[in-house]
C-alpha cells in the first residue's frame, strides 16, 4: 500500500527566510502528487500538483522520483504562508483514481 | 457557485449511539469522497462514490460504518453503535469525475466528539 511521510509536525521560520516542507512517498507505480493547504479556520484546499509544474503563492514543489520525494519550498516565506500543509498522493486502479492518501501534516509558522 | 457543505458542522453523542453524517457536493461533481481526520493524524481516506456507486467498501474501519449516496447529490455517512474511537473530523470532497488528477474540493468538515 501507499504512503506518505511528512517528518516535520512544526516548522518555525522567520519572515523572508526560505522555507521547505519535506514529503516523502512509497509505491512502486507513477503516482499523482499533491500539496494541500489549511490556513486557520478555512478548508482544505489544492495548492499546487506535480503534473501541472506550476507556482503557486510562491511555493514550487518538484517530484523527484529516484528520492521519491515531493518536498514544497517557497525562497523567502510571508506572515500569510502560516498555515498546515498536507502532502498527498493519488494512484490510479483500473476505471479511475481512488482517494487520495494523506500526510499527517506540517504546522508551518512564519515568525515576524 | 457554494462549495461543498457539510452538516452538522459539530457532533456530540454519547457512545453507542448511531450517528448520521451528511454532504451536499458541488453541482455537477460526479465523485464524492469522504475521509476521516483523528486528532494528530493525517486525512484517512474511507470511500468514493462515482455517481450513487461504492465500487470499493474496503477503507471504512468496520461494518458499523456505512455510506449513501443519492443519484449524483447528498450523501450520507452513518456510523452505528459509536464508539470513542470513532471521534474525528469526518471531512467530505468532490470533484469534477473520478479523474486521476481532478482537484478534489474539501467540505469544512463535520467534528464528531463520542463521549
Known amino acids: 500500500a501507499q504512503r506518505v511521510t511528512q517528518p516535520e509536525k512544526l516548522l518555525s521560520v522567520f519572515k523572508g527566510a526560505p522555507v521547505e516542507l519535506k514529503c516523502n512517498y512509497s509505491?512502486?507505480?507513477?503516482?499523482?502528487l499533491f500539496w494541500y493547504v489549511q490556513y486557520s479556520r478555512q478548508r482544505l484546499q489544492l495548492l499546487l500538483r506535480h503534473i501541472s509544474r506550476e507556482s503557486i503563492k510562491g511555493f514550487t514543489a518538484d517530484l523527484n522520483k529516484g528520492e521519491t520525494s515531493f518536498h514544497l519550498k517557497k525562497p523567502f516565506a510571508q506572515e500569510e504562508d502560516s498555515a498546515m500543509y498536507y502532502c498527498a498522493l493519488r494512484v490510479y486502479s483500473g476505471g479511475g483514481a481512488d482517494g487520495l492518501t494523506f500526510g499527517k501534516g506540517t504546522h508551518l509558522i512564519i515568525q515576524p | 457557485g457554494a462549495g461543498v457543505s457539510q452538516s452538522p458542522s459539530n457532533k456530540v453523542t454519547e457512545k453507542g449511539k448511531d450517528v448520521e453524517l451528511r454532504c451536499d457536493p458541488i453541482?455537477?461533481?460526479?465523485?464524492l469522497y469522504w475521509y476521516r481526520q483523528r486528532l494528530g493524524q493525517g486525512l484517512e481516506f474511507l470511500i468514493y462514490f462515482q455517481g450513487n456507486s461504492a465500487p470499493d467498501k474496503s477503507g471504512l474501519p468496520s461494518d458499523r460504518f456505512s455510506a449513501e449516496r443519492t443519484g449524483e447529490s447528498v450523501s450520507t455517512l452513518t456510523i452505528q453503535r459509536t464508539q470513542q474511537e470513532d471521534s474525528a473530523v469526518y471531512l467530505c470532497?468532490?470533484?469534477?469525475?473520478?479523474?486521476?488528477?481532478?482537484?478534489?474540493?474539501f467540505g469544512p468538515g463535520t467534528r464528531l466528539t463520542v463521549l
Open positions: 453541482s455537477g461533481h460526479t465523485a
Open positions: 509505491y512502486s507505480g507513477s503516482p499523482e
Open positions: 470532497a468532490s470533484s469534477l469525475i473520478r479523474g486521476f488528477t481532478d482537484t478534489q474540493y
